[in-house]
């Protein structure tokens, strides 16, 4: 049993299993091909990825779980048991799965998998906890839905099993993640790894033709556009009939309201009690996020997990950077779950369901050369001419430069970039064959499109695990964005 402290990140691609390993995980999770909950963002389709993976990580003498906790209809068990024939020959260190049925059916046929108990499974309790571990189950990933009191004691009563807990990232609203609601209004199935995040939609306040006319103007409000809304006359709520007189308010704005709309997890504040509780496992959630939140995320909680890995505090100057840093990346605002109460409506954002953030991700480094220290960016958002950006190694810390002296097609000053940078690129594919030339640019676009920079600092070994953030601009720069992001984030940067 392992009792060592483990950082354990997303991995929704090969790509992102990179990053999240190059900045300190110690472990990551990925989906099994068609058999894990969000199979709809799993790049692991196809099966040499999957082994691709495996091989990757275990090269660095990291760990891997491939999730495959669906819940299964008798007609998915036969091809269910055939994919896990395939994932058990490639030896990942463990499978993560809920379905009682498919885990008694693997522990017959595969003795030798070691099988991870999903959150999914609503592991709210010490008996039921024991009951897994006397069955053979390693690990227990528990519900969020628990306190640190009830952590503790699980793990004071059942002591011979790992605990797993969720630490940082997006909650879904439903209990353990168990939901109807994706599939009732898009018909895909949360339980079948199909969830379409329905519970983040923006939905508008209607009326029926005896309500219409309502509006302070007169007019009906029936229209999508936000630029002329006006506001619904009166107040509204909803009152349940069992519950008479318990009104519960629901208000709308121009883009409508979200009623179930979670703010995030963010666990940082939590790390040493649930250490002390009998947490091993730290675990974070995002597997269809970006590279930038797998490099920063976990280079953020790598930091807090050495700073108390012997028993010690986290020191406030860890703590007030690790929560600047995850700052930077997409977030619907952070609560820290059910750790230390039930946070009510504290926990929802019911203004909106877009993310908030105090950076943007720029680009990423996709190629380097070191003589010239002209980097090839792949670039996210865009950047203008004097932006300032800040660019952060996996190895070599991190160094602001502006945006400046950059090229389309190539850069005057590189001398080489290798085969694979031409393979990557398309212009420069062409640029290879004379095809295209050198352009100056004083900004650069997010979509695909590479530009090439002149470093103003050596990028060390692993220039391309390396990340660019610059700091929100203005509001033409946020696709969606509202005054009050611009003023919440001006406040947060500050
Ligand atoms: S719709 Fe929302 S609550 Fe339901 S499973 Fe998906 S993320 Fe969770």
């Not at 700052?327 to 230390?340: D, E, L, S, V």
Request: with cysteine; glycine share 6%.
């Amino acid at each position: 049993m392992n009792t060592e402290l483990e950082l354990l990140m997303p991995g929704g691609s090969l790509e992102k299993i990179k990053y999240a390993i190059a900045y300190g995980a110690d472990a990551v999770y990925a989906g099994v091909p068609r058999y894990s909950l969000r199979a709809r963002e799993n790049e692991f389709f196809d099966i040499d990825l999957v082994k691709e993976a495996i091989d990757f990580v275990h090269a660095r003498g990291k760990k891997i779980y491939l999730t495959a906790n669906i819940y299964a209809h008798n007609n998915k068990i036969n091809s269910f048991m055939d994919a896990m024939k395939e994932m058990v020959d490639l030896k990942p260190d463990a499978f993560i799965m809920t379905d009682p049925g498919l885990i008694a059916l693997t522990k017959d046929k595969f003795p030798e998998a070691v099988i991870h108990l999903s959150t999914q499974a609503n592991n709210t309790n010490w008996a039921q906890v024991k009951f897994w571990k006397d069955y053979g189950i390693e690990r227990a990933i528990l519900a969020r839905e628990l306190r640190i009191e009830e952590i503790k004691e699980i793990h004071e009563k059942v002591p011979g099993i790992e605990l797993e807990a969720f630490v940082h990232g997006s909650i879904c609203m439903a209990y353990s993640g168990r939901c109807l609601l994706s599939n009732y209004l898009s018909y895909r199935d949360a339980n079948q790894g199909t969830c379409s995040h329905t519970c983040r939609w923006g939905f508008k306040v209607q009326a029926n033709d005896a309500a219409r006319g309502k509006r302070a103007d007169g007019q009906t409000q029936f229209d999508d556009v936000a630029t002329d809304y006006i506001p619904l006359d009166g107040d509204f709520y909803l009152e349940e009939k069992e519950r008479p007189g318990e009104m519960m308010p629901i208000d709308e704005d121009e883009y409508g309201t979200y009623i179930m709309n979670s703010k995030d997890l963010c666990g940082i504040d939590y790390m040493t009690q649930l250490r002390d509780a009998g947490i091993i496992s730290f675990k974070v959630e995002g597997r269809n996020k970006t590279e930038y939140y797998a490099s920063i995320v976990a280079r953020a909680y790598r930091r807090g997990l050495d700073a108390i890995a012997n028993g010690q505090e986290l020191p406030d100057e860890i703590r007030d950077w690790m929560l600047a840093e995850v700052a930077t990346t997409a977030n619907r605002g952070f609560i820290p779950g059910f750790y230390p109460r039930n946070a009510k409506a504290a926990a929802q954002e019911l203004e909106r369901s877009h993310a908030i953030q105090t950076h943007l991700y720029a680009a990423r480094v996709v190629a380097y050369d070191k003589n010239s220290q002209v980097a090839c960016l792949d670039v996210k958002n865009r950047m203008d001419e004097g932006d300032e950006l800040t660019v952060i190694t996996c190895d070599q810390g991190e160094f602001t430069q502006p945006f400046t002296n950059a090229y389309y097609g190539g850069h005057p000053e590189a001398i080489k970039f290798s085969e694979e940078t031409f393979d990557l690129d398309p212009v420069n594919r062409a640029k290879k064959f004379n095809e295209v030339k050198i352009e100056a640019t004083s900004h650069a676009h997010g979509g695909g499109k590479y530009v090439y920079m002149k470093m103003q600092r050596d990028m060390g070994a692993n220039p391309t695990m390396s990340v660019l953030r610059m700091i929100y601009k203005d509001a033409q720069t946020l696709k969606k964005n509202r005054p009050e992001m611009i003023a919440e984030r001006d406040a947060a940067v500050v």
